[in-house]
């Protein structure tokens, strides 16, 4: 026959406590490292996908695409991305500068190169027609 094991006050605040410090454990790291959302760079030339870049602080590159004529400098910095430099006529994609925040994009007309930023996390967009 099995002996009933009894808990004793002592007992019974030192699980309280153990439950309120990991609980509290638990929504304090919930409340101060909250899920970070992945924004990803698409680049695409020719409406194919050339490379896919997450964007996050501390991370900087820079890519050309095209050659000795017709080309962009494309560059990520900190979370951000731009076409730098190109020799497009009217520096359409380089006048509109960094871009962060999805549903960006960065487009450069005259070589048919898209940025476009995509992220896993809801938009304040209702919609968007493509």
């Known amino acids: 026959m099995m002996?009933?094991?009894?808990?004793?006050i002592g007992d019974k605040w030192l699980i309280g406590i153990l439950l309120v410090?990991?609980?509290?454990g638990i929504a304090l790291s919930i409340l101060l490292f909250p899920r970070q959302a992945n924004t990803l760079a698409e680049i695409r030339?020719?409406?194919k996908l050339i490379k896919t870049i997450t964007l996050r602080p501390g991370y900087q590159e820079e890519m050309r695409i095209?050659?000795?004529t017709e080309y962009a400098i494309i560059q990520v910095q900190d979370g951000k991305i731009r076409i730098?430099?190109?020799?497009?006529?009217?520096?359409?994609?380089?006048?509109?500068g960094w871009i962060s925040k999805p549903p960006q994009q960065v487009v450069n007309l005259p070589y048919h190169i898209v940025i476009h930023l995509v992220s896993n996390e809801t938009l304040d967009v209702d919609d968007i027609v493509r």
Request: glycine share 10%; proline share 3%; net charge positive.
């Open 3 to 8: 002996k009933k094991v009894k808990l004793t």
């Open 21 to 24: 410090v990991s609980l509290s």
């Open 45 to 47: 030339v020719d409406n």
């Open 66 to 68: 095209g050659g000795e």
């Open 84 to 96: 730098r430099q190109d020799d497009s006529p009217r520096q359409i994609g380089v006048q509109t």
